[in-house]
């Protein structure tokens, strides 16, 4: 167990929905790191949080947004949804602002039908 | 354009081979860390390389950081089914704040 808890585990919606993700940090972690893994890539960096501060952005689409709270959960919504946007979502988290020593949960499963 | 490239992507072998995992980047990281992912689940942590030439030892996992901190190895020594898995290489960009991920190595390791 990483300490990192995103729920929810599997979500299926259709396209042109919305959904928001949750990812609560290990206790003390400032930082969130969220991935995009679609079958069979690697781990496409979207965005990361720190103390509450939007720190990076990576790839991410205009669709996407996240915030970190002042509790350090975070959020990652996603709209107008599309066929593509089917994925495995992962959030990470880290002591730091710059590590690279991260603790990943297990993983949000989005199916967009 | 991939900033951590890894080679091979599939690596298929029978237990007790050995196996090196490269990990190769044009830019100049700060620390690399190697993770391993199994199907539906996040990736682990395995280790974190910080000063160029390292090289860290987990059992039968041996850990380099090249010299000028661009690249990274993984060696595998007698392979078992267990490490079957997908191996990824990672690292800060520097001055950015962003994680980025290698294009990862998928091992399968045949009994």
């Known amino acids: 167990d990483s300490g990192v808890t995103q729920t929810p585990k599997h979500l299926i919606t259709a396209t042109g929905q919305r959904v928001t993700l949750r990812c609560s940090p290990r206790s003390g972690d400032l930082s969130v790191y969220w991935y995009q893994q679609s079958l069979d890539q690697g781990l496409q960096f979207l965005i990361h949080?720190?103390?509450?501060?939007?720190?990076a952005k990576g790839n991410i689409l205009e669709r996407f947004s996240a915030q970190q709270f002042p509790d350090l959960h975070s959020e990652l919504n996603l709209s107008s949804l599309e066929l593509g946007d089917s994925a495995l979502y992962f959030c990470?988290?880290?002591?730091?602002?710059?590590?690279?020593?991260?603790?990943f949960g297990q993983g949000t499963r989005l199916t967009v039908v | 354009t991939q900033l951590l490239e890894q080679s091979p992507q599939f690596l298929s072998i029978q237990e007790g081979e050995n196996l090196t995992v490269y990990c190769n980047s044009s830019s100049v990281f700060s620390s690399l860390q190697w993770y391993r992912q199994e199907p539906g689940e996040g990736p682990v942590l395995l280790v974190t390389v910080v000063t160029g030439g390292e090289v860290k030892k987990l059992k039968r996992l041996t850990f380099q950081f090249g010299d000028a901190r661009k690249d990274s190895s993984l060696h595998i020594t007698a392979a078992q089914p267990g490490d079957t898995g997908l191996y990824l290489c990672a690292g800060p960009l520097y001055n950015t704040d962003k994680l980025i991920f290698g294009t990862g190595t998928r091992l399968q390791v045949f009994p």
């Open positions: 990470a988290s880290s002591t730091h602002r710059d590590s690279g020593t991260a603790f």
């Open positions: 949080y720190y103390n509450g501060e939007e720190r």
